[in-house]
């Protein structure tokens, strides 16, 4: 069984910084390298594609985050643990982050259904 647990959320002012963990663990061997993604709610919004990256694939970003958020990935055996580094924060990054794992080589990285492994999510909360 796979298992998705995202940690580091928090409230910050606009300009400042937040670093989000996930750690997936259970994956089988030929799943280990599989690409992750960092996906974002806000209340009354469709969940967003905000950045990805895989053991093979490399880093994509939305535009909006583009030079402001960083996506890295670690691999401990079948244990892989993800990051999003979130600099120069604005109010509108508010929202529920939720850490999304197992998609499928070549499937497109922004469409939520490519991932069947999910966190439960942490918030970030922005103020002006």
């Known amino acids: 069984i796979v298992r998705v647990v995202e940690s580091g959320g928090g409230s910050v002012e606009a300009g400042g910084s937040l670093r989000l963990s996930c750690t997936a663990s259970g994956f089988s061997e030929d799943d280990s390298d599989s690409p992750m993604g960092w996906f974002r709610q806000a209340p009354g919004k469709e969940r967003e594609a905000v950045a990805t990256?895989?053991?093979?694939?490399?880093?994509?970003?939305a535009e909006s985050v583009k030079d402001r958020f960083t996506i890295s990935i670690s691999r401990d055996n079948t244990e892989r643990t993800l990051y999003l580094e979130m600099n120069n924060l604005k109010p509108e990054d508010t929202a529920m982050y939720y850490c999304a794992a197992g998609r499928r080589f070549g499937t497109e990285w922004i469409i939520p259904n490519n991932y069947p492994y999910w966190g439960q999510g942490t918030q970030v909360t922005v103020s002006s």
């Open positions: 990256i895989g053991t093979f694939t490399s880093a994509a970003y």
